[in-house]
T-cell receptor, first 113, second 111 residues
Framework: NAGVTQTPKFRILKIGQSMTLQCTQD?????MYWYRQDPGMGLKLIYY???????DKGEVPNGYNVSRSTTEDFPLRLELAAPSQTSVYFC????????????FGPGTRLTVL | SQKIEQNSEALNIQEGKTATLTCNYT??????LQWYRQDPGRGPVFLLL?????KEKRKERLKVTFDTTLKQSLFHITASQPADSATYLC??????????FGTGTRLTIIP
């Protein structure tokens, strides 16, 4: 059981480039989440999904897109990278939403120069 | 909008003592509150969950309390050890589909 896996671990982008952060979970969880964590700040929710084919915006969705075509995968897309998107990105999953533990991936550290 | 405040950014505690971390929230009370541990370079790991109708929850050396009058949750680690050094995040749920994470308290246990 690998849990939640994220790739890549690190990435440096130039302004205006695009990339996809990958997230996969093998726990058959319905709910998946993308967060960003900036130094000294809490985790901010970018997007979340309650099941395959269903996604919704979180607190800070601007500049990002997501899709959920399978239960296992929840990729996060950055279309036009900006320095403000420099952050550590965490993917998480939970079986249900109500009072359920979230399981986090190891994170992707992204720098936009 | 709801605000979550965790006490000091950093807390240093002598080994063997009890570490107490604070999580305060404004406005209305959460339906439940979770506590997570985060080590440097890693994702958060779930520790404990306490519901709005529970006063206290324990797990081994960990204890969480929930006071809806004070709008506060306290997280205690008794008989602290250097291995307990980490950042601890509180995460209330205010009745929607999402958790709101605090900024965290970086705890250092000094041998």
């Amino acid at each position: 059981n690998a849990g939640v896996t994220q790739t890549p671990k690190f990435r440096i982008l130039k302004i205006g480039q695009s990339m996809t952060l990958q997230c996969t979970q093998d726990m058959n969880h319905n709910y998946m989440y993308w967060y960003r964590q900036d130094p000294g700040m809490g985790l901010k929710l970018i997007y979340y999904s309650v099941g395959a084919g269903i996604t919704d915006k979180g607190e800070v969705p601007n500049g990002y897109n997501v899709s959920r075509s399978t239960t296992e995968d929840f990729p996060l897309r950055l279309e036009l990278a900006a320095p403000s998107q420099t952050s550590v990105y965490f993917c998480a999953s939970s079986y249900s939403q109500r009072m359920d533990t979230q399981y986090f991936g190891p994170g992707t550290r992204l720098t936009v120069l | 909008s709801q605000k979550i405040e965790q006490n000091s950014e950093a807390l240093n505690i002598q080994e063997g003592k009890t570490a107490t971390l604070t999580c305060n929230y404004t406005n209305y009370s959460p339906a439940y509150l979770q506590w997570y541990r985060q080590d440097p370079g890693r994702g958060p790991v779930f520790l404990l969950l306490i519901r709005e109708n529970e006063k206290e929850k324990r797990k081994e050396r960990l204890k969480v309390t929930f006071d809806t009058t004070l709008k506060q949750s306290l997280f205690h680690i008794t008989a602290s050890q250097p291995a307990d050094s980490a950042t601890y995040l509180c995460a209330p749920n205010f009745g929607n589909e999402k958790l709101t994470f605090g900024t965290g308290t970086r705890l250092t246990i000094i041998p």
